[in-house]
């Protein structure tokens, strides 16, 4: 069956530290994006890619950065981890056609000391 | 300002109860869709809905396009629909979130 996997699942870092939250998926989906979620927020959009090579920044992309290099993997990297970014992190693919099916990953926890 | 507001937030009902959750949204859409999210767990679809009703089991989903409002019905409510419920609209080319409802169902 096809799925999309994210790891680590939970991690702990200290302020300044780089780190880098893996997802892969085997829909073959073009699109692929990670969100971030915070309580008292809805799920907010950090960066997507339409797909490879192309990656594009969204409405809390400072401090994140992505790359595409096939069609599996959108790795999100947390470039100066900061106490701000302590959140649960969310990948997804899919959200296109009409009804803009989104598959989720499990999500990944992170916390920033 | 948010694009798609839910409510209420916060909910407890007693097992067996018949609960509804609502959204509301400023935008024009595509599909609205309904996700859950139990505690310390991924995120899963529950319904896309573009017009009218779908049900699934205990629970029902509707969505009025002339008003932009959408509600979550669970009949015979469970323990085990304990969640987190997000209401999420596509627009055609982007999502927008609600913030979610979190419901607890007590024995």
């Known amino acids: 069956d096809a799925e999309i996997t994210q790891s680590p699942r939970h991690k702990i870092t200290e302020t300044g530290r780089q780190v880098t939250l893996a997802c892969h998926q085997t829909?073959?989906?073009?699109?692929m994006f990670w969100y971030r979620q915070d309580l008292g927020h809805g799920l907010r959009l950090i960066h997507y890619s339409y797909g490879v090579q192309d990656t594009n920044k969204g409405e809390v992309s400072d401090g994140y950065s992505v790359s595409r290099s096939n069609t599996e993997d959108l790795p999100l990297t947390l470039e100066s981890a900061a106490s701000s970014q302590t959140s649960v992190y969310f990948c997804a693919s899919g959200g296109t056609g009409n009804t803009g099916e989104l598959f989720f990953g499990e999500g990944s926890r992170l916390t920033v000391l | 300002k948010n694009e798609v507001e839910q409510s209420p937030q916060n909910l407890t009902a007693q097992e067996g109860e018949f609960i509804t959750i609502n959204c509301s949204y400023s935008v024009g859409i595509s599909a609205l869709h309904w996700l859950q999210q139990h505690p310390g767990g991924g995120i899963v679809s529950l319904f896309m809905l573009s017009s009218g009703k779908k049900k699934h089991g205990r629970l029902i989903a509707t969505i009025n396009i002339q008003e932009k409002h959408s509600s979550l019905h669970i009949t015979a409510s469970h323990p085990r629909d304990s969640a987190v419920y997000i209401c999420?609209?596509?627009?055609?080319?982007?999502?927008?979130f609600g913030t979610g409802t979190s419901l607890t169902v007590i024995p």
């Open positions: 829909w073959n989906h073009n699109n």
């Open positions: 999420a609209v596509y627009t055609g080319n982007q999502f927008y």
